[in-house]
């Protein structure tokens, strides 16, 4: 059993997200409800309780161990303090922001359970970053050891480029840890730094500090939002009002003192700083800092009273519900800016949808359930965190997807590079923020008021409130979220009037999930059964839960059923990417198919007719890391020769993809026949390509790449199909590409690729061409040269005119290096 353990008897340890009771001082407002804070929940429920397991013996030692980046980059600020000669410190913007948060998430753990190692782990951290902040507050080791520049976007100097440097969004994640660490163990070290960096960031920001900004208030808010959630946090544990009237001012300051006025990162929605957040009506720029800076106004709003915030937030909720989220909970669909794109841009393969911005999808909705006691925002808290959060990292706890996307071919690298979870990424807010999520979870299953207990997350787990002057367990037993069948034990020390809410979800009723953008096209004839010690409850749903007011005694049985047969969603029509398509959904699971469990490409099926749901088949799937449901049903294919076969597809929940291996997934499936497509690898028909051929050709990729017509941005291949030899170092290569018909060549480009690994330019390359079955060298104009120039295509032309079939490229690698084209570029004169 997974059990909470008090670590600290002399401190009230707070619900960790929200923390909602003060330590020192009165709140003179505050959210409606109270969360039960997670380590006062006792979590036995065979879905979670693994992956918290998984959490403390996996996830956590793995992100340590890959964060000593970030440790070295503070060792480096303190021993330049302490007078020591630093040597070769690499500036970073951010990197010890991902150490903090799984600092924060160690110390979760320690208050489920007394761990001395990670104790004296985090005692060490502590220590260092004590070490690396400067006397006055600051705390930021690229400036403190003079290694940021304005060149590499940190500024030249302290506070001189706010809008990208993460100096306020890096010192938000130590206090968060620092408050965890101290609500672990009691000791304040870290407190002490976090609280001597928010008076120093209140001297200079708004009082004014003549060592910087000539002794002028910067009055500048953070261009990555997360400073004015810690602070809340900061002033819930202290008690000292000054740092919420700091994480009011800096949201009162966004869109109002400070707007860029550039473009993609630099553009005045990136950060959400177009206009003053009370007047902010949709969701734009970053997924991330949007949800971040929606949780702050949600927390400010409550503590101060300001209602504009409220208001300003329910139509930001419903613009993303309506028409900003994919089916799974993801947010920030648009790469470049890992954002909102226009209203319905909703793609699949191409989706982005940051982890994080999952996360942050999370974390909003919960805290609008607490504002407003509406159901409706843990409906979507629950389809993100079960779908989207939980795809982010394997079962196994040591790989992750930074990128989410709906559809993915098993080659093309969309998750920084790679065509499935890494094992780490150079940005790796990602993993680091599922270290300190997952923790929390339990803490999101229950809340209260002074008479009322709301059910809010489903889970096998129980715990002990108290209601007045009356303690009262609750127990519940459930295989939930794989199963609605949900038991619930009240026992009250003694009888007690009150009531309980139970949470009725929207997938168990009309829709999968809240806002006008998914419904069901199918009906369902199974009721959700209410019963209390037998007998059955009316359902009156209000705000999406069941309230049972009455006399409540010691062992009170109450059994909720919510029916989970797989439902068949549509989407809004105008989601481009969704016409003429369906997905299949089980309770809270978004589900998906695998190439790995229907032998090819998942691309090819398709449903002709509405599918047969009521003769799918569940089951459960087992493998080294875990257990996953798995549910069969009809379909149909189509097959080489564009014929259609009857097929049983297997389906997997979307959470659980890509614990097996690297193949293709689907969300959507066409319901026409002709958006089915057998092998997504193959060339498209607009190809000037008949077929293309390689000597070698990696596992991981593709030969089709060369010729798909997806255009490279870059030369690292993280956003396109590409073609390697990997991993065939110094061993000579050669690609061949064969036209439509034959052609009078105007010219080549090759695309190549270099990443920061094995695959490099070519050391030498040339071409051939072939006619009439002949080979022969391909003469270059005079002024021509075989190139390898970075992020363009390298074009050569012919000396003469010349008409050929087929082109062969030739290329010498280096002798430690691979080589992979990306795109070849033929172009023909006029016939």
């Not at 059994?559 to 989601?575: D, F, I």
């Amino acid at each position: 059993m997974w059990r909470a353990t008090v670590l600290r008897s002399k401190l009230k340890i707070l619900s960790p997200v929200f923390m909602l009771t003060m330590l020192v001082g009165p709140v003179v407002a505050d959210y409606p409800l109270r969360p039960v804070p997670f380590n006062e929940v006792q979590m036995t429920s065979d879905f979670w309780r693994p992956r918290l397991v998984t959490q403390r013996e996996t996830l956590v030692p793995f992100a340590f161990e890959r964060t000593q980046p970030g440790v070295e980059h503070l060792q480096a600020a303190r021993d330049f303090l302490a007078g020591k000669e630093v040597e070769d410190h690499r500036a970073h913007r951010f990197i010890d922001s991902d150490l903090y948060k799984v600092m924060e998430g160690a110390a979760y753990l320690l208050q489920l359970r007394r761990d001395s190692a990670l104790e004296a782990k985090l005692d060490e951290l502590a220590d260092v970053i004590a070490g690396a902040q400067q006397q006055n507050g600051y705390l930021y080791p690229s400036h403190t050891t003079g290694v940021g520049t304005e060149k590499n976007m940190m500024g030249d100097a302290p506070y001189t480029f706010v809008v990208h440097s993460h100096e306020l969004y890096n010192v938000g994640h130590l206090y968060e840890a620092a408050i965890a660490y101290y609500q672990a163990t009691g000791k304040k070290k870290l407190l002490d730094v976090a609280e001597k960096s928010a008076q120093h960031i209140n001297e200079v920001f708004f009082v004014g500090d003549p060592d910087y900004n000539d002794g002028t208030p910067i009055r500048q808010a953070p261009g990555h939002q997360e400073l004015e959630l810690a602070l809340v946090k900061l002033h819930r544990v202290t008690g000292k009002p000054l740092y919420l009237d700091m994480a009011k001012k800096f949201l009162e300051i966004r869109g109002n003192t400070y707007v860029p006025d550039g473009e993609g990162v630099m553009s005045p929605t990136y950060a959400q700083q177009h206009a003053a957040v009370t007047d902010q009506k949709e969701a734009v720029g970053h997924a991330v800092r949007a949800t971040y800076l929606y949780s702050a106004m949600a927390d400010v709003g409550s503590l101060t009273g300001e209602s504009g915030y409220g208001t300003a937030l329910d139509h930001i909720w419903g613009d993303i519900t309506n028409t900003r989220m994919h089916i799974t909970g993801g947010l920030g669909a648009v790469h470049g800016i890992e954002g909102f794109g226009p209203q319905y841009e909703l793609p699949n393969a191409d989706a982005f949808n940051e982890t994080c911005a999952a996360v942050g999808n999370v974390l909003f909705n919960y805290r609008m359930f607490l504002l407003h006691k509406d159901a409706k925002y843990l409906d979507v808290a629950e389809v993100a965190l079960l779908n989207n959060v939980l795809a982010a990292v394997n079962l196994e706890g040591n790989r992750f997807f930074y990128v989410n996307p709906l559809d993915a071919d098993g080659k093309h690298p969309f998750n920084h590079g790679t065509a499935g979870r890494a094992p780490w990424f150079g940005t790796a807010c990602c993993p680091s923020n599922m270290a300190r999520l997952l923790p929390q979870v339990p803490g999101m299953t229950y809340a209260h008021d002074d008479r009322d207990v709301y059910i809010t997350f489903y889970a096998e787990s129980r715990t002990e409130i108290t209601l007045g002057d009356v303690k009262v367990e609750l127990q519940q037993q459930t295989a939930y979220p794989n199963d609605g069948e949900i038991s619930l034990v009240v026992n009250p020390a003694k009888q007690k009037q009150f009531r309980v809410l139970l949470r009725i979800p929207t997938w168990a009723r009309h829709q999968f999930v809240p806002g006008d953008l998914y419904r069901y096209l199918d009906t369902n004839d199974e009721a959700v059964r209410l019963t209390v010690n037998g007998e059955d409850v009316s359902l009156q749903i209000e705000q999406g839960f069941v309230a049972i007011d009455r006399q409540w005694k010691p062992g009170d049985l109450v059994q909720l059923t919510l029916p989970m047969p797989v439902r068949v969603n549509e989407c809004h029509p105008s989601v481009q990417a969704n016409q003429k398509r369906i997905a299949l959904t089980r309770g809270p699971f978004v589900l998906c198919a695998e190439g790995v469990d229907n032998g090819g490409a998942t691309q090819r099926f398709f449903f002709a007719k509405a599918p047969d749901v009521a003769g799918a088949a569940v089951s459960t799937k087992t493998i080294d890391a875990g257990s996953f449901l798995q549910v069969r049903i009809a379909a149909q294919a189509v097959t080489a020769d564009r014929s259609v076969e009857e097929v049983q597809l297997v389906l997997t929940p979307y959470y659980a993809w890509n614990n097996r291996s690297v193949s293709s997934m689907s969300v959507w499936f066409p319901s026409d026949p002709e958006l089915a497509v057998f092998d997504p690898h193959l060339l498209p028909k607009e190809s000037v390509f008949s077929e293309v051929a390689a000597s070698h050709t990696f596992a991981d990729d593709t030969i089709n790449a060369v010729g798909d017509g997806k255009e490279p941005r870059y030369s690292s291949g993280k956003k396109v199909p590409r073609w390697t030899s990997r991993p065939q170092k110094g061993k000579s290569q050669w690609v061949e590409a064969r036209f439509q018909k034959p052609q009078n060549l105007r010219s080549i480009g090759i695309y190549w690729m270099q990443d920061r690994f094995d695959v490099k330019f070519p050391a030498q390359w040339s071409l051939e061409v072939e006619q009439n079955g002949n080979w022969k060298p391909f003469e270059l104009y005079v002024t021509d040269r075989y190139d390898t120039r970075a992020n363009q295509y390298n074009v050569v032309h012919p000396a003469a005119p010349i008409r050929c079939d087929a082109i062969r490229v030739r290329m010498t690698p280096r002798a430690d290096a691979c080589v992979g084209i990306l795109e070849i570029l033929a172009e023909f004169e006029q016939e």
